[in-house]
């Protein structure tokens, strides 16, 4: 279906009356006007509800804006990552070589110069176009084709951008570089002529060190984190020069909702493997790497850094006699050590998470008798000493 005809002044002002709507019961109504493209209307609400979330700025920003399919915007950047990455590669021009979504796209205005966005499918071509002409400072042209395609004819850029495909006509999800569309490690010999850095945003699934051998010409990894959750895994790629895994800097960044560092780590594996934490069993406090900085590793350059202790080698938590204010994750007051056995414990309700400890959360959950949410959290985990335990603690909030 055409998406311009939600550019229809009644259909566009029945969006912006009903964006809030619960979608499932407006679709049990009859449209408006029979004519309308009701299926088309209620997928344009849903996504609005959604980029008020993922892209808080858009919807406001001009009347005409129309938001691609839900599905499409799952996989798109937030605005506030896109921001970050934005500032990650200095130059003048860019290439966003899978459109998606145009966030990316859109992002890059502000720190370059000029640039130009693909995108094979024709329809969300179009619909890029008319987005980005309301919402970047300059025109930024933009082609219908395969990145693959394009690649071979188009003219060197300061940097391209990569957002693979990772997910089929099926819906079915895919995480190997290979496997996605399109497929960079085929891509790459013919985009190392074009592009003086490549940036290539990946599943947080894939493996980082696999995702590095596999490409071969990492220079650096982000590892982005947005509100509370790691969103994406970003690579930049030197096509000049082959990077020795051990000394690639691996960033893990917090951002807030304008793409700016709340806090981020860096580190390398040489650096991590010539690190020795030292061990010990709790103490008065307790911290929690938050998403992005357990996604990205660096445990004991963490510990480090931090002036803190681990409580075991594969156990990712760690403690302190003092409170830690710029650690990177949740800090917690220990109220209590207790063993896994529920007539030890003082509280029916409470957080549960298991860190290197056998079995679900929902088993243990069960076996416990414990209900979820509440004050208190529990963290089932091994400690230094092999013995296994309920770490009792309340949250201390942070500014």
Not at 288 to 304: M, V
Not at 387 to 394: D, I, S, V
């Amino acid at each position: 279906m055409d998406w311009r005809r939600l550019l229809e002044p009644d259909i566009r002002d029945f969006i912006r009356a009903h964006e809030k709507d619960d979608v499932r019961n407006l679709a049990l109504k009859k449209p408006p006007d029979e004519n309308w493209p009701w299926v088309l209307t209620l997928d344009q609400i849903k996504a609005r509800q959604k980029a008020r979330i993922k892209l808080p700025r858009w919807p406001d920003h001009h009347d005409d804006i129309i938001f691609p399919p839900p599905d499409i915007l799952e996989q798109a950047s937030s605005a506030p990552t896109a921001r970050y990455k934005a500032h990650l590669v200095a130059g003048k021009t860019f290439a966003d070589l899978t459109g998606g979504a145009g966030v990316d796209s859109c992002a890059l205005t502000e720190t370059y110069q000029s640039g130009i966005c693909v995108e094979q499918d024709k329809n969300a071509a179009d619909l890029i176009a008319h987005n980005l002409s309301l919402l970047c400072r300059y025109s930024v042209p933009v082609h219908h084709s395969k990145a693959e395609d394009f690649v071979q004819t188009m003219a060197p850029v300061d940097l391209a951008t990569l957002d693979p495909q990772r997910r089929n006509e099926n819906k079915k999800g895919f995480y190997r570089l290979e496997d996605c569309s399109p497929d960079i490690t085929a891509l790459l010999p013919a985009l190392s002529k074009k592009a003086k850095r490549i940036m290539l945003k990946t599943s947080p699934m894939l493996d980082i060190w696999e995702a590095v051998k596999t490409l071969g010409i990492v220079e650096a990894v982000h590892v982005v984190e947005w509100q509370g959750e790691c969103k994406e895994v970003v690579y930049i790629l030197n096509p000049t020069q082959k990077t020795n895994s051990k000394d690639i800097p691996i960033t893990s960044a917090r951002v807030n909702d304008n793409g700016e560092v709340i806090y981020d780590f860096t580190f390398t594996k040489e650096c991590e493997e010539n690190t020795e934490p030292e061990y010990t069993l709790p103490q008065k406090f307790l911290f929690e790497p938050s998403p992005a900085f357990q996604k990205a590793g660096g445990f004991n350059t963490l510990a480090h850094e931090y002036d803190v202790k681990k409580l075991h080698k594969h156990t990712h938590l760690y403690t302190a006699e003092d409170p830690c204010p710029n650690f990177p994750g949740r800090q917690f007051e220990i109220m209590d050590v207790l063993p896994v056995d529920k007539k030890a414990l003082p509280i029916s309700k409470a957080n549960l998470t298991l860190r290197n400890f056998p079995g679900s959360t929902q088993d243990l959950r069960k076996k416990l008798k414990l209900t979820d949410g509440g004050d208190d959290y529990l963290f089932a985990c091994t400690l230094c000493d092999e013995n296994k335990a309920l770490l009792h603690g309340r949250k201390i909030e942070q500014i």
